[in-house]
Each structure stands twice: as structure tokens, then as C-alpha cells.
């Protein structure tokens, strides 16, 4: 077993459920998400791109691609967070979460189309 492609393979998949868990719940509703939640999903995605600079080949670079996506998402999802509480500490309006969880929800889906790269890719491997 290869760690280097386990580890790959794990801020991949993590990036996608740290997203997933961040998106879930009412869009309007800021008691269903949380900054913290928010701000591990950017690290863990800014981590898995970091990773896949390294790989030369047409799906590495689609890859990174996707990982590029899910992270402008994110942090403009995490400044529009900033700019919507104004660094007073109090939860975002309605308005401004479902933006916020709009953002989100594009970064999921480009880490799901990530994931099913991945996982196509490790298929075609023949041993």
C-alpha cells in the first residue's frame, strides 16, 4: 500500500464531507451552520489542492481544476461571511446565509465531481 496515495485519496474524500457537513441543513437558517465547520471545510480543501500541484498527467490537472473551484467557493463563501457580520461575532441574516450555503454547495459539487474522479482513475488501474 502506498500512504502517499492514502493520504491523497483521504483530503479528497475529507474535503468533500467537510463541505457536505457545512452545506447540509436549511439554507436561511444560520443555527444549521456553523463559522468553525466553515473554516475546517477551507483548510481541508486548500490542503487536498496543495496535494495535487505535484501530479503531471490530463486528470491530475482536471483535479487540481476542481480543487481550484472548491476553493474560490469557499473563501468567498467565508468572505461574505466576514462582510455580513461586520466582525461583531452574531450569526449572518437570512439573506446572507443562504448565499453563504449557496457558495458552499458549488464548492460540494465540484469536490463530488473530484471524488468521482478519483475513484474512476483507481478503477482504470490495473495492477
Keep these: 500500500m502506498n500512504l502517499e496515495k492514502v493520504v491523497f485519496a483521504f483530503f479528497i474524500i475529507?474535503?468533500?464531507?467537510?463541505?457536505f457537513g457545512f452545506?447540509?441543513?436549511d439554507f436561511g437558517d444560520q443555527d444549521h451552520h456553523?463559522?468553525?465547520?466553515l473554516f475546517a471545510a477551507v483548510v481541508?480543501?486548500?490542503i487536498a489542492?496543495?496535494?495535487?500541484?505535484?501530479?503531471?498527467?490530463?486528470?491530475?490537472?482536471?483535479?487540481?481544476?476542481t480543487s481550484l473551484v472548491a476553493d474560490l467557493?469557499?473563501?468567498?463563501?467565508g468572505v461574505v461571511w466576514a462582510l455580513?457580520?461586520?466582525?461583531?461575532?452574531?450569526?449572518?441574516?437570512?439573506?446572507?446565509m443562504g448565499a453563504i450555503v449557496s457558495l458552499a454547495s458549488g464548492a460540494l459539487l465540484a469536490n463530488g465531481v473530484?471524488?468521482?474522479?478519483?475513484?474512476?482513475?483507481?478503477?482504470q488501474l490495473r495492477r
Design 14 to 19: 475529507l474535503s468533500l464531507t467537510a463541505t
Design 23 to 25: 452545506v447540509v441543513g
Design 34 to 37: 456553523n463559522v468553525y465547520e
Design 44 to 46: 481541508v480543501n486548500l
Design 49 to 65: 489542492t496543495v496535494l495535487k500541484f505535484g501530479d503531471r498527467s490530463h486528470i491530475g490537472a482536471v483535479l487540481l481544476a
Design 73 to 77: 467557493h469557499l473563501i468567498i463563501a
Design 84 to 96: 455580513a457580520t461586520g466582525g461583531s461575532g452574531l450569526a449572518p441574516g437570512t439573506a446572507a
Design 114 to 123: 473530484s471524488v468521482i474522479l478519483l475513484v474512476s482513475e483507481t478503477i
